[in-house]
């Protein structure tokens, strides 16, 4: 995937429909995206429930929906206007619509009061990934997670 495609005509116009747009939460979406799918290279995971460029799970897409969503009524208007989406809609969305799949991955992040790592430190990003998006269930590792990204970044 294209990396400054992702970020003008995908990250960047979803954070700021969100208004949630920083530059700390656009580097931590990268760093996701190159952790989670390789930089896009996979929208679903091997062997695992995990979809789209973020690899979200679908019950993280289901608690994400019913217990932040479906608590802040501006955050339902704003989603139902820009995004579509009503009703919750089906996980496989996350394949198909990349800002629908930015925007779960941030409320994601949103969903903790913890402020975000700062974007130039890779192990803050690293961290704050492991505990928020990919927990301590999760496979990625420190190096291999920083080293997809650095790949990611320079591609």
């Known amino acids: 995937m294209n990396l400054n ?16 747009y920083r530059d700390d939460a656009m580097e931590l979406l990268i760093f996701t995206c190159a952790g989670e799918s390789n930089g896009g290279k996979y929208v679903k995971q091997i ?11 679908p019950a993280t897409h289901s608690d994400i929906w019913s217990n932040y969503i479906r608590r802040n009524v501006r955050l339902q208007q704003i989603i139902g206007l820009n995004f579509n989406c009503p009703t919750v809609p089906n996980t496989d969305r996350l394949v198909y ?3 629908y799949a930015t925007m779960m991955a941030r409320l994601n992040y949103m969903r903790f009061p913890e402020a975000l790592p ?5 192990e803050a990003l690293f961290e704050y990934y492991k ?3 990919n927990t301590e269930f999760g496979k990625a590792t420190k ?8 790949a990611f970044i320079k591609a």
Do not use: F, V, W
């Open 5 to 20: 495609q992702l970020k003008q005509d995908i990250i960047t116009p979803t954070l700021s429909i969100l208004q949630a």
């Open 47 to 57: 062997n695992g429930p995990a979809l789209g460029i973020y690899q979200m799970e």
């Open 97 to 99: 619509d990349l800002r």
């Open 118 to 122: 700062d974007r130039n430190d890779h």
């Open 131 to 133: 505990k928020y998006y």
């Open 143 to 150: 190096a291999e997670s920083i080293k997809k990204y650095k």
